[in-house]
T-cell receptor, first 112, second 112 residues
Framework: NAGVTQTPKFQVLKTGQSMTLQCAQDMNHEYMSWYRQDPGMGLRLIHYSVGAGITDQGEVPNGYNVSRSTTEDFPLRLLSAAPSQTSVYFC???????????FGPGTRLTVL | QQQVKQSPQSLIVQKGGISIINCAYENTAFDYFPWYQQFPGKGPALLIAIRPDVSEKKEGRFTISFNKSAKQFSLHIMDSQPGDSATYFCAAGTGSARQLTFGSGTQLTVLP
């Protein structure tokens, strides 16, 4: 049982490049979400999903796309990276109706 | 718009002392109030949580106090230990999907 895994751990991009941050969980959780963490601002919700084929926007969705084709995976796509997207990104998952969310180890992204 | 305000930003406590971190929220629809602990380079992990139908919850050395009328809640760490040194986030959530709104975080340092 690996829990929530994220790849890569670190990534450096140039402005305008695209990339996908991977998130996977092996706990059969229905709910998955993406947060970004910036100094002094806590964690802010980007997108979330309550099940395969269902996604919705959080507090800061602009510049990010998500899809949920399987229960296990919830990738986050940056189509054209901007320096403002430099941040640490965390994926989290939980059972619907249960309170505890499990966070992955994070991906540190730098956009030059 | 910061819906959950957390203070202080940083806190230094002697070993054996009491650490107190405070949060205030605005949205009365919030019905779930967790505290997360985060060590450097790791994802946040749920520490303790409370629902608004109780005023206090204790788990070991950690206690949440909740004041519904004032829309405030706090984390008390009794007998603080150097191993408690971490960043603590309060959060508030609503709905079965538990979309969390986080505070800005408190960096706690417990001196030996």
């Amino acid at each position: 049982n690996a829990g929530v895994t994220q790849t890569p751990k670190f990534q450096v991009l140039k402005t305008g490049q695209s990339m996908t941050l991977q998130c996977a969980q092996d706990m059969n959780h229905e709910y998955m979400s993406w947060y970004r963490q910036d100094p002094g601002m806590g964690l802010r919700l980007i997108h979330y999903s309550v099940g395969a084929g269902i996604t919705d926007q959080g507090e800061v969705p602009n510049g990010y796309n998500v899809s949920r084709s399987t229960t296990e995976d919830f990738p986050l796509r940056l189509l054209s990276a901007a320096p403002s997207q430099t941040s640490v990104y965390f994926c989290a998952s939980s059972y619907l109706g249960e309170d505890t969310q499990y966070f992955g180890p994070g991906t540190r992204l730098t956009v030059l | 718009q910061q819906q959950v305000k957390q203070s202080p930003q940083s806190l230094i406590v002697q070993k054996g002392g009491i650490s107190i971190i405070n949060c205030a929220y605005e949205n009365t629809a919030f019905d779930y109030f967790p505290w997360y602990q985060q060590f450097p380079g790791k994802g946040p992990a749920l520490l303790i949580a409370i629902r608004p139908d109780v005023s206090e919850k204790k788990e070991g050395r950690f206690t949440i106090s909740f004041n519904k009328s004032a829309k405030q809640f706090s984390l008390h760490i009794m007998d603080s230990q150097p191993g408690d040194s971490a960043t603590y986030f309060c959060a508030a959530g609503t709905g079965s999907a538990r979309q969390l709104t986080f505070g800005s975080g408190t960096q706690l340092t417990v001196l030996p």
